[in-house]
């Protein structure tokens, strides 16, 4: 992601970007605390597949 940026961010949008990756991923956390250890593994092998099923589109 080192490449050159199509428009400059100001810190404020920094910030509020580092503020929403920060709320996802709490969210994600969430929902899969309901989910033992093996579920969570079986969800992000399926996760996983499913993703190397898109690129490869």
């Not at 940026?5 to 991923?25: E, K």
């Amino acid at each position: 992601m080192g490449g050159p940026r199509p428009f400059p961010l100001t810190t404020q949008g920094y910030d509020l970007i580092d503020q929403a990756v920060a709320a996802h991923v709490e969210t994600q956390a969430k929902l899969v605390s309901v989910l033992s250890e093996e579920q969570r593994k079986q969800l992000d092998d399926l996760l996983s597949q499913f993703l190397r099923g898109l690129a490869g589109d």
